[in-house]
């Protein structure tokens, strides 16, 4: 009766503990080097400049507040399938945020 108990309670652990990562504070330095590692080289094209940075900086930017900036970072990750845990992504919008958008 115990065994799956314990079973449970690792499993509650380790999806918490995934869950919580995302909500941790974020790591800007790491943020920075994913966004130029997996994100700049796709932006260049995008923009048409070849500058990644232009992407965010757009006047007719789509991201309006962070809530988006992190829905947009979500999508880029599935969509690209750039392998991103959730902490990942926290960075990337963490710095992002920071360097560009400056939501309050």
């Known amino acids: 009766m115990k065994l799956p108990l314990i079973r449970l309670g690792l499993y ?3 999806v918490l503990g995934v869950h919580l990562s995302a909500y941790a504070t ?3 330095p790491s943020g920075k080097k994913i966004d130029q590692q997996k ?3 796709c932006h260049a094209k995008k923009s048409g400049f070849g500058n990644g940075d232009m992407i965010y900086t757009r006047g007719d930017s789509k ?3 962070l809530q988006i900036l992190k829905s947009m970072v979500a999508m880029c990750n599935t969509e690209l399938r750039l392998d991103l845990f959730p902490e990942d992504e926290a960075d ?3 710095f992002l945020d920071n360097q560009f958008y400056k939501f309050k």
């Open 26 to 28: 974020p790591d800007l």
């Open 92 to 94: 990337v919008a963490a």
């Open 12 to 14: 509650l652990f380790g």
């Open 63 to 65: 991201v309006k507040n």
């Open 39 to 41: 994100c700049y080289s």
